[in-house]
């Protein structure tokens, strides 16, 4: 892997940035409706007001200008909703938060779905395989907003052990990191299994029996590495899914994390904020991509970027 | 003198939805100590399932031995267990596979492969390890040892591959090397410096060769004894000259009529007419009953008992005088 690649692959953003930033800026503003459309009739003078104060009198070439130059300098703009807060600040207060949980959560996700998966790869058709996929196929069913609710019922209300909601203390953190990685958990043990399993039945893993390696050793040095280049492959995407989409868990026990401003300000229009929101979705998927190919390379050798 | 490794009465099923294929039916030959010997027969003759079976490399289940005996000394090695075999496996009985491209863990270097033999059975340290890998290198032929062992192994040819292979499989200085088909998966000129190798190496070593293949050019080229397999029945044992030019069973005669040969100017190669049979329905006879033409009644109901020639020259055949 060399230097000019890695560069390249930096420098290829660029242009994509681009264009998603025109996409998001002319689908946003020619869907129906605008930030200050609402069921309460607002006087025309007001109306006109906000419209100025917002660049919004002015044609959409100029407008579109102006963001770009405002987003050169780094500034997102103010948002149209949240009066006297600029998106800037929104996403420095919910990123946070949002890292913090998505992070937790798909550390839950890769314990628990490797230790499954790969218990159910090394006793395939026995129960050590049948008891975990089962739940995994349960955790790939059930939706946030059954898992989050059932949790909340039984760690919180009924034994107690655990708070409701809220984003205080780390008691406060168990229960919506678990809620939210339950999926990723069941994904990734089934992810995991598949992989071992493909991987234990290569004939390199005969040659490692023939010279007399223990199962576990098997296990460690010759089978893992390969086997887990599908989870990895898949944690990219995972990851930036995470952190952005967690509206129904952030909801549910009452986080002030990112995922209600990709809804609500889509559903506002808050221009600005779907800028914002869609840019750092973006930048994400791009950087945790970016990432997942330069361990990959780093785990097979037979992958080489030129 | 003892045989290192003694088969008696082994038998391999593999239980299959299908039913129970009867891959081994009962074969015993010896392996004595510096010997080439070299175990003959089609795809599905179970030359191959044979050594596997006893070894535990297949799957068990489907695969089942439901008697025999394999005797590497006096250990029976179907009454140990996976611990104790393991102690052996890898470390006095060595084997080299079929296909070179995809034996090696292509997620590790030739280096690291190749130490660890000696790191799990003479409890090496790794640099010492590392040593007399570089040095098993060099012997197989593959120069620039020191560099080769840091490469992974999509850096290397087939040919290449399988001298690692038997390199590694030759760290422990094995008495007993198993080779499947090891040059089968090879160019015909690489094929032969794979042969002269391993020829080289079991006289140097004096360790016994048991070279599993269907290519009959190859017995000749480096076997001194042969095993003549059929439907995971034995048909004919014998020295390569027994085999080659006194061979009395129908079979294995049939099979050297259909080998091309330079000498002999064919209009049209012989083959055997008919199928192997179905290792499903097997029955107690003799599996080649159906192509044979010297076939009898007897021959359907039952297997031959063993036929004794001269100088340990054994074939299982009813037929008392086959023309050759």
């Not at chain 2, 094929?191 to 269907?214: F, G, P, R, V």
């Not at chain 2, 080229?221 to 390569?240: L, T």
């Amino acid at each position: 892997m060399s230097l000019k690649y890695l560069l390249g692959r930096l420098a290829v953003m660029v242009p994509v940035f681009f264009l998603v930033v025109t996409l998001v800026f002319f689908m946003i503003r020619f869907a129906p409706g605008g930030p200050f459309s609402s069921e309460k009739s607002v006087s025309p003078a007001i109306l006109k007001n906000l419209e100025a104060k917002y660049h919004m009198d002015e044609p959409l070439s100029r407008q579109y200008l102006h963001y770009l130059k405002d987003l050169l300098h780094g500034d997102l703009g103010p948002s149209f909703k949240h009066a006297n807060r600029t998106v800037n600040e929104i996403i420095a207060e919910a990123l946070p938060v949002s890292l913090e949980l998505g992070l937790l959560s798909l550390t839950w996700a890769l314990m628990i779905g490797i230790c499954a998966g790969g218990l159910a790869a090394l006793k395939p058709n026995t129960s050590w395989d049948y008891i975990p996929m089962s739940f995994a196929i349960l955790g790939i069913c059930l939706p946030t907003f059954v898992v989050g609710p059932v949790l909340v019922l039984v760690f919180g209300v009924w034994l107690q052990w655990l708070p409701v909601a809220g984003w205080e203390s780390w008691q406060d953190r168990v229960l919506p990191s678990l809620t939210l990685g339950f999926a990723y958990a069941a994904y990734i043990s089934r992810l995991t299994r598949g992989g071992l399993m493909e991987i234990r039945m290569q004939d390199f893993i005969r040659t490692a029996r023939a010279k007399g390696l223990s199962e576990s050793d098997i296990l460690l040095k010759h089978s893992l590495r390969g086997g887990l280049l599908p989870v990895i492959s898949y944690l990219g995407p995972a990851l930036a899914g995470i952190i952005t989409g967690a509206l129904v868990t952030e909801t549910i026990f009452n986080i002030p994390g990112l995922g209600r401003f990709f809804i609500e300000s889509a559903v506002n229009r808050d221009y600005t904020v779907v800028m914002g929101t869609s840019l750092l979705y973006f930048t994400l998927i791009f950087v945790c991509n970016f990432l997942v190919d330069i361990f990959y390379a780093l785990l097979d050798p037979r992958v080489k970027y030129v | 003198m003892n045989p290192i490794l003694s088969i008696k009465n082994l038998q391999a099923h593999f239980h299959t939805r299908r039913g129970v294929v009867k891959a081994v039916n009962g074969i015993s030959y010896d392996l004595f100590p510096g010997e080439t010997l070299a175990v003959v027969g089609e795809s599905g003759s179970g030359k191959s399932v044979s050594q596997l079976s006893y070894l535990r490399l297949l799957a068990s289940p489907p695969l089942k031995i439901p008697g025999g005996q394999v005797f590497y000394r006096d250990k029976d090695l179907l009454k140990l267990s996976d611990a104790e075999l393991r102690k052996i496996r890898g470390d006095k009985i060595t084997m080299i596979f079929q296909e070179p491209m995809t034996s090696l863990n292509p997620y590790l270097t030739v280096g690291a492969q190749l130490i660890e033999p000696l790191v799990i059975h003479r409890k090496k340290a790794k640099s010492e390890a590392w040593q007399a890998a570089t040095a098993a290198l060099e012997r197989v032929g593959i120069s620039n040892a020191s560099n080769a062992m840091k490469a992974y192994p999509h850096e290397f040819s087939g040919g290449m591959r399988q001298r690692v292979m038997i390199a590694m499989a030759l760290t422990t200085e094995p008495e007993v090397l198993i080779a499947d088909e090891p040059t089968t998966a090879l160019d015909v000129t690489v094929q032969a410096q794979i042969l002269d190798l391993l020829k080289s190496i079991q006289k140097e070593n004096k360790m016994a060769l048991l070279l599993i293949t269907h290519d009959l050019g190859v017995v000749a080229n480096i076997a001194h004894k042969v095993v003549v397999m059929y439907a995971g029945r034995v048909f004919e044992k014998g020295s390569v000259d027994d085999i080659f030019y006194r061979s009395e069973h129908p079979y294995t005669q049939a099979l050297l009529k259909s080998t091309p040969r330079v000498d002999r100017d064919d209009k049209i190669l012989p083959a055997i007419s008919g199928n192997t049979p179905d290792l499903i329905q097997i029955g107690s006879g003799c599996p080649f009953y159906e192509r044979c033409s010297y076939r009898t009644d007897l021959c359907q109901a039952e297997f031959p008992q063993v036929r004794l020639g001269l100088k340990g020259h054994e074939r299982y055949c009813h037929v008392e005088k086959v023309s050759s």
